[in-house]
T-cell receptor, first 114, second 110 residues
């Protein structure tokens, strides 16, 4: 089966610009996660969706970050405006009907904010 | 907040056995997972412990002691390709999303 797809793979922007990332989870996976991974750290959850509803967005900086999963399949994560400290890899993951802790990660989008 | 502790770096030689420990905060604990991540790659799931004891998957085993708020990942017959970062991750009751540790960088030497 196809894995989690993400695009773009790399993005370089200047601070105060906006950027959007796209994710398509594994077919049939109802739960979708967005993580931020800063170099040298573990992934940090930004938001979790169950179908098209938000389950957990407690760590999402809502003044600049937004995410949606309108049809319960693919999802977009947006940053507006970007700050230097947003430079990180943004990982999308999905989990299926089995063990929720078994998450399948996409290749990530590497963001550099100058 | 919830925090996990694991060593930052471990070095071992090919063929050896290495154990990576993880301690976590107990409140609301549901289960402990382990993920592997090669440089520039995505995290991949290795194992999950919801109950006390040992789970074995090939060369990798994972252990959990809920009473000690402690778990470990055991890697046997180390190979060069095992050089990677290993993350423990905790899920909590009612919030099954994962909270990851900072990772342990394993370097396997010839």
């Amino acid at each position: 089966e196809a894995g989690v797809a993400q695009s773009p793979r790399y993005k370089i922007i200047e601070k105060r610009q906006s950027v959007a990332f796209w994710c398509n989870p594994i077919s049939g996976h109802a739960t979708l996660y967005w993580y931020q991974q800063i170099l040298g750290q573990g992934p940090k959850l930004l938001i979790q969706f169950q179908n098209n509803g938000v389950v957990d967005d407690s760590q999402l900086p809502k003044d600049r970050f937004s995410a949606e999963r309108l049809k319960g399949v693919d999802s977009t994560l947006k940053i507006q405006p970007a700050k230097l400290e947003d430079s990180a890899v943004y990982l999308c993951a999905s989990s299926g009907p089995g063990l929720q802790e078994t998450q399948y990660f996409g290749p990530g989008t590497r963001l550099l904010v100058l | 907040g919830q925090s996990l502790e694991q060593p930052s770096e471990v070095t071992a030689v090919e063929g050896a056995i290495v154990q990576i420990n993880c301690t976590y905060q107990t409140s609301g604990f549901y289960g402990l997972s382990w993920y592997q991540q090669h440089d520039g790659g995505a995290p991949t799931f290795l194992s999950y412990n919801g109950l006390d004891g040992l789970e074995e998957t090939g060369r990798f085993s994972s252990f959990l002691s809920r009473s000690d708020s402690y778990g470990y990942l055991l890697l046997q017959e180390l190979q060069m390709k095992d050089s990677a970062s290993y993350f423990c991750a905790v899920s909590y009751t009612g919030r099954r999303a994962l909270t990851f540790g900072s990772g342990t960088r394993l370097q396997v030497q010839p």
